[in-house]
T-cell receptor
């Protein structure tokens, strides 16, 4: 069964360092998402991406964050200068379609990357 | 703004018991979509079900069933004859027409004891 793959599973970094979290979405999916889950809290939407553009983003997704699809398979989230409060589990998701009424509009998630900022 | 509330933080039952996970949502939109995801100990979020706001039919899939009631803004999830493998965190989520993001509840940690 196709799945979303995220690497690494755990990333440890020093405050102020840049990190890049990587995701390989399901191959025929065109819409990509990042969410985060701070320990013990709910899963929160960060950004959605389609056709090499951000289509929606949350207040959390400030100038420190950026997303990119550098090639035909990868989708990355970059945090430019990490802060302690960026420590969280980051989930990548992808969907086949974007139209909400389409029954195929289901976001499939990866296993997440746990980011620890020291 | 949309909101999803899962008031049960943790539930612990003995295997073979039935268990219901509650989900209450808030939205002013008349068209919306509800989801349940399972997060097993391995960490990934596994899609379980999607329900449209205009379809209030309850759904059953094996030991899983979902009760959608617009009148009470609830979308509850019942596991019948629970098994240890059902132990996980379960999330309810909401999406509205025209938006792409999922709004998640806090999750309910379900532990099934042998």
């Amino acid at each position: 069964e196709p799945e979303v793959t995220q690497t690494p599973s755990h990333q440890v970094t020093q405050m102020g360092q840049e990190v890049i979290l990587r995701c390989v979405p399901i191959s025929n999916h065109l819409y990509f998402y990042w969410y985060r889950q701070i320990l013990g809290q709910k899963v929160e939407f960060l950004v959605s991406f389609y056709n090499n553009e951000i289509s929606e983003k949350s207040e959390i997704f400030d100038d420190q964050f950026s997303v990119e699809r550098p090639d035909g398979s990868n989708f990355t989230l970059k945090i430019r200068s990490t802060k302690l409060e960026d420590s969280a589990m980051y989930f990548c998701a992808s969907s086949e379609v974007r139209v909400a009424s389409d029954l195929r509009n289901i976001q499939y998630f990866g296993a997440g990357t746990r980011l620890s900022v020291l | 703004a949309q909101k999803v509330t899962q008031a049960q933080t943790e539930i612990s039952v003995v295997e073979k018991e039935d268990v219901t996970l509650d989900c209450v949502y808030e939205t002013r939109d008349t068209t919306y979509y509800l989801f349940w995801y399972k997060q097993p100990p391995s960490g990934e979020l596994v899609f379980l079900i999607r329900r449209n706001s205009f379809d209030e039919q309850n759904e059953i899939s094996g030991r899983y069933s979902w009760n959608f009631q617009k009148s009470t803004s609830s979308f509850n999830f019942t596991i019948t004859a629970s098994q240890v493998v059902d132990s996980a965190v379960y999330f309810c989520a909401l999406a509205i027409q025209g938006a792409q993001k999922l709004v998640f509840g806090q999750g309910t940690r379900l532990t099934i004891n042998p």
